[in-house]
């Protein structure tokens, strides 16, 4: 066995405090886990934005914040 090469990429943090969870979709609402990303890009101001799709629409969305019900 080898050592890992650094190869993969860098983790980066999602966009909710659930590790698995990237948002939600804006239209359904579905949670919308890691394994539905799409594309992972830097915006013009440094933040990360990501791409999904939805597979209750079956369409590409941008995962939205999930909020606390209490807020």
């Given at each position: 066995?080898?050592?890992?090469?650094?190869?993969?990429?860098?983790?980066?943090?999602?966009?909710?405090?659930?590790p698995l969870s990237l948002?939600?979709?804006?239209?359904?609402?579905?949670?919308?886990?890691?394994?539905?990303?799409?594309i992972e890009y830097e915006?013009a101001d440094g933040d990360?934005?990501?791409?999904?799709?939805?597979?209750?629409?079956?369409?590409?969305?941008?995962?939205?914040?999930?909020?606390?019900?209490?807020?």
């Amino acid at each position: 066995m080898t050592e890992e090469s650094g190869t993969h990429a860098p983790f980066l943090s999602p966009m909710t405090n659930n590790p698995l969870s990237l948002g939600h979709c804006p239209t359904c609402n579905r949670e919308i886990s890691q394994a539905w990303k799409l594309i992972e890009y830097e915006r013009a101001d440094g933040d990360i934005g990501v791409f999904a799709e939805c597979p209750t629409c079956d369409e590409v969305i941008k995962p939205q914040e999930n909020k606390n019900k209490g807020d």
